[in-house]
Structure formats: structure tokens, C-alpha cells
């Protein structure tokens, strides 16, 4: 069963930050499609924010 979290509103803050970002970065590398060397850091930047959502460390998020 799914335990409540303290501090839910920092932690909703902490992953719309991460969406944000996330979009960003997207963003940067859809604009510059052409050019390899930005879109390969694009891509890389995603992967390090994705897993480091998907580890799930809240108490981490929260400090």
C-alpha cells in the first residue's frame, strides 16, 4: 500500500523542476537536429535526469 510522503509539495516542486529541465533539454536538441555533438549532449543530459528520477531517492529530492 503507497505510504503518504511528508513534504508533498516540496517534492511536486523538486519534479516540475526535473519536467522543466527535461523539456529543455529537448528543446536545445530538437532545435540543433543537425548538428550531432549538441544533440548527443542533449540526449545524454535526458538519460542522467531520467535515471536519476527513476532511482527514486525522495528523501534525497527533499534536502
Not at 29 to 50: Q, V, Y
Not at 55 to 61: D, P
Amino acid at each position: 500500500m503507497p505510504q503518504a510522503v511528508a513534504n508533498i509539495d516540496q517534492l511536486d516542486e523538486h519534479l516540475m523542476e526535473v519536467v522543466r529541465a527535461l523539456h529543455g533539454a529537448v528543446k536545445q536538441g530538437l532545435s540543433h537536429k543537425d548538428e550531432s555533438k549538441i544533440m548527443d549532449t542533449a540526449i545524454k543530459d535526458c538519460k542522467e535526469m531520467l535515471d536519476e528520477v527513476m532511482k527514486g531517492n525522495v528523501k534525497e529530492w527533499l534536502n
